[in-house]
């Protein structure tokens, strides 16, 4: 059935400088059977333009929008190594990262730290922001591209460096980002997924995992800027956030934070010009109720904008994709 419709669909999507791709449904019930119909045509249209945008679906409640994300993927991630606590309202169904409202939540890939990442993200949106709080998205390709060759020629090489220290005031909590606090069961998982440890007198833990920065993605070959450098930076966070954090847990102590993989410090004019080149790309769209986006996590970074007024955006990660499989330029193992 669902071979009907890929070229008329690709053929409707509307394409503007500086918005995602959009396609419009303009449903009035069943929008799980309106996926189902339409899957195969949906994936091609991600993988044409790197995501989609569908209005007009009339997502208003969790029990609708599982059933299309379902529809949608071929399975739905349970979230581990969070770096923000999320609610979880289904099997893989959670709501947005709970961030501050007026701070931006920069652009990065989800997940990318780990060692299996979701390759399709899928967001809905229930209510919508009285202002901001667009998801924005910006080509990974692109990006790589418009970095510069010398720096990005050397977070080939070394890779970049996640380090975190876990409380119980900023962050993820060891339940929340592990499914668990037993530390025999914290330092299985880290082993299993060459994440370094180590407990502090306090009984707080420290983690730090190397990863790559650039990856080819397994279906299409382009080249990407895959990873969460900027976003989880020092110097992304407001300067009184930073200094805050800094004055309360110490330098080495902050909840995230990134180097490159040798261990060495990220510039503040390094993680300055990511963003800049983030921005000039990226594509946004105000939310209205009832929207779905699809992307893809490995091609397409995302964003939250700050916002005002509620905003209930429903979120999935789904299809995992191994980044052994994703042609790294070094090898990350398990000890």
């Known amino acids: 059935m669902s071979s009907i419709y890929p070229a008329s669909l690709l053929d409707e999507v509307e394409i503007r400088s500086g918005r995602p791709p959009i396609l419009r449904a303009e449903i009035t019930s069943d929008a799980p059977r309106w996926t189902a119909e339409r899957r195969e045509a949906l994936r091609a249209v991600v993988a044409e333009h790197g995501c989609v945008l569908i209005r007009g679906l009339g997502l208003h409640d969790v029990a609708g929008t599982s059933a299309v994300f379902e529809q949608l993927s071929t399975r739905l991630m349970a979230e581990r190594e969070a770096f ?16 501050p409202p007026s701070q931006p939540m920069c652009m990065h890939h989800e997940q ?4 299996e990442v979701p390759g399709l993200m899928l967001f809905a949106c229930l209510t ?8 924005g998205v910006a080509d990974a390709a692109t990006v790589l591209e418009e970095l510069p060759t010398a720096l990005t020629e050397r977070f080939e090489r070394e890779g970049w460096l996640l380090t975190r220290s876990y409380n119980d005031e900023i962050g993820s909590s060891l339940i929340e980002a592990f499914g668990t606090d037993e530390r025999d069961a914290v330092e299985r998982y880290c082993r299993a997924n060459a994440i370094e440890f180590a407990w502090q007198p306090d009984g707080a833990l420290r983690t730090r995992q190397r990863r790559n920065a650039v990856i080819r993605h397994p279906v ?3 080249r990407c800027w895959f ?7 020092e110097w992304t966070l407001a300067p009184e956030v930073r200094e805050y954090l800094v004055e309360v847990y110490g330098a080495d102590g902050l909840p995230f934070n990134t ?23 990226t594509a946004r769209e105000p939310w209205q109720p009832g929207d779905l986006m699809i992307v893809d996590n490995l091609r397409t970074a995302h964003s939250r904008e700050p916002f005002e007024g509620p905003r209930d955006v429903l979120v999935a990660m789904a299809d995992p994709v191994r980044l052994s499989d994703c042609s790294p330029t070094f090898e990350v193992t398990a000890r």
Do not use: C, M
Request: aromatic share 12%; net charge neutral; hydrophobic share 40%.
């Open 84 to 99: 923000a606590p999320r609610r979880t309202y289904a099997d893989g169904v959670y709501s947005s990262a709970q961030w």
């Open 112 to 115: 990318s730290y780990a060692l």
């Open 128 to 135: 919508a922001p009285h202002q901001g709080g667009a998801t």
């Open 220 to 222: 299409n070959g382009l």
């Open 227 to 233: 990873n969460q450098v900027a976003f989880l930076n």
């Open 259 to 281: 180097r490159f993989g040798s261990g060495a410090p990220i510039g503040e004019d390094v993680v300055q010009l990511l963003n800049k080149i983030y921005e000039a790309n």
